[in-house]
């Protein structure tokens, strides 16, 4: 049996399933507490002996617990008509063993953390903003004019819960959105961060600059940044290490696509 529970329904027990050191983990807490939308199953709400959590932003699941191999393939059978479903894992993870065999996807993420306490690395990209050029520091009338304004509701549920608890930084030339960064909410002391540069703007190292000005934003309030790419996205990957991150992890994933059915 699976049912389906409410942020306000996780209970400490429940919670503590989830390891807080896995693939991407803090998408998994960020819904559990609320900020990130998903959805969150589990056979007994009261005494969980396991429990599943899927972010809605990008489809990442997490299991925690002792599921067995029919409960982790009845959720991913399930989620999927909800949308994509990713699992990503650490290698000897015996996770990997109870995973539906037919993925549609295989690949692997790198995972980029521990910038240096001290602000360093930022300065060389700071001091790069072309002349003409300025740095936004987002409200709602800029995050509507932003690329990843859908995706950014999709995942926080609104403009406005987005913009309480989390961070948008833009690169601008006039009127003119080049790039725009994002930082998610804070969790464990943490932000994840992603970055889009519009497409007739790429190749001009703006991608770097708007997130050196975010990080800044972030540690200055004493928060930690985090990265995570496709290990195929090579400028993605270029950015998080021009960026100063110090501990560089790799792990697998698989997908199942969102099932039409």
């Known amino acids: 049996m699976m049912i389906y529970i409410t942020p306000c329904q996780v209970t400490t027990q429940l919670a503590s399933l989830f390891d807080p050191h896995a693939p991407a983990s803090l998408r998994c807490f960020s819904v559990l507490a609320g900020p990130d939308t998903g959805r969150i199953l589990t056979g007994d709400p009261n005494r969980p002996i396991w429990a599943a959590v899927w972010e809605a932003g990008d489809g990442t699941l997490y299991f925690g617990g002792a599921p067995d ?69 987002g409200d709602r009338a800029l995050l509507e004019r932003c690329l990843w304004y859908d ?29 725009e960064a ?19 703007h790429r190749g001009r190292g703006f991608a770097t600059i708007t997130c050196a000005h975010l990080i800044q934003a ?9 990265w995570n790419c496709a290990t195929t996205n090579v400028a993605s990957t270029a950015v998080a ?3 100063g991150y110090q501990t560089e992890k790799e792990y697998q994933l698989r997908a199942w696509f969102k099932s039409e059915a």
């Open 182 to 200: 994002y930082a998610g909410p804070v969790v464990m002391g943490v932000r994840e961060l992603g970055v889009i540069t519009h497409e007739l």
């Open 69 to 137: 191999e029919s409960i982790v393939g009845q959720v991913v059978a399930t989620l999927r008509h909800d949308g994509d479903v990713l699992v990503g894992f650490w290698d000897g993870d015996p996770l990997a063993n109870l995973l539906p065999p037919d993925p549609e996807y295989l690949g692997s993420v790198l995972e980029f953390l521990d910038r240096p306490d001290d602000g360093a690395g930022l300065e060389a990209f700071l001091g790069r903003l072309p002349e003409g050029h300025t740095i936004r520091y």
């Open 241 to 243: 290490r021009k960026l």
């Open 151 to 179: 995706d950014t509701v999709r995942r926080h549920g609104s403009a406005e819960a987005f913009l309480e608890k989390g961070r948008v930084v833009c690169l601008v030339h006039g009127d003119d959105v080049l790039c």
């Open 218 to 226: 972030c540690e200055r309030a004493g928060e930690r940044t985090y």
